[in-house]
């Protein structure tokens, strides 16, 4: 192969195609991408697990109580709360799980991928830059989101540093944008698009609540959970998609290379 041709090639491979154009969606890549996307569902499993082993003189609820203070290090009062945490390693440790599960998302499902939402077969159209633009958002928008939560999970909200917020409010913004902009992405590809941007939707208007009122409100767990479960479950959703479809696609290449 001539450099000549060589270089278009390397071009396509950047961005996730294969030489015929269109993107590559039976890559073990794509695969392992949206399993890390849908890991990040463990979050539930670990949050029950540690809410059933509190140890605060009130017990915990999902109503009135941080998802914070499920990580907080020492027992004790903090900001008029009482709190006792015994399992606040595991709360971390899902924190920065599920930060890294988001990280390798954007790192390895390509932005052609997300153009056209897996779906084999299709072309995305290198004349609109519209949806190329859009996915390589959700991209750096899905890595900035992992890698607050990755911080929140290192740095539990007791330690008194202006990192946990910082964390917090990354994964929130970070989150919900790029669920936000992933629906509308997505509307002519698959039905779950709806249901993605409505996620980002809920978040960021729980998120402008939440600033407005600065938390003081009737149910703070409430509004906290309405700002971070839509990104967990929206980004599970997505992951789910692109999972299948690639599951999916390589699953039609293994039956082709048989009956050949």
Request: glycine fraction near 12%; hydrophobic fraction near 50%.
């Amino acid at each position: 192969m001539s450099d000549r041709s060589a270089a278009p090639q390397a071009s396509l491979e950047r961005a996730g195609l294969i030489p015929d154009g269109l993107p590559d969606s039976a890559s073990t890549r794509a695969y392992i991408g949206g399993w890390a996307q849908l890991s990040v569902v463990q979050y539930f499993v670990a949050e029950s697990a540690v809410i059933e082993a509190w140890a605060g003189p009130v017990p915990y609820s999902r109503r009135t109580g941080f998802i914070s203070d499920l990580g907080a290090i020492n027992c004790g009062d903090y900001e008029g709360r009482a709190v006792c945490s015994p399992l606040h390693l595991l709360m971390n440790a899902s924190f920065v799980v599920q930060g890294l599960g988001l990280f390798l998302g954007a790192l390895l499902v390509s932005t052609a991928l997300l153009c056209i939402a897996a779906r084999p077969g299709v072309r995305p159209d290198p004349q609109r830059r519209k949806p190329w633009l859009g996915a390589a958002a959700v991209r750096i928008l899905t890595a900035f989101a992992g890698a607050g939560t990755v911080i929140v999970g290192l740095v539990p909200e007791d330690l008194l540093s202006p990192w946990h917020l910082l964390g917090a409010v990354t994964f929130f913004v970070g989150g919900g944008t790029a669920l936000l902009v992933l629906g509308i992405l997505w509307l002519r590809h698959t039905g779950m698009s709806w249901f993605i941007g409505v996620c980002g939707v809920v978040t960021l208007v729980a998120l402008a609540v939440g600033g407005l009122t600065a938390m003081h409100v009737p149910e703070p767990g409430t509004l906290e959970r309405l700002m971070a479960y839509p990104v967990t479950i929206g980004y599970s959703a997505a992951g789910l998609v692109i999972a299948q479809r690639v599951r999916s696609r390589r699953a039609e290449l293994r039956h082709a290379r048989a009956s050949g």
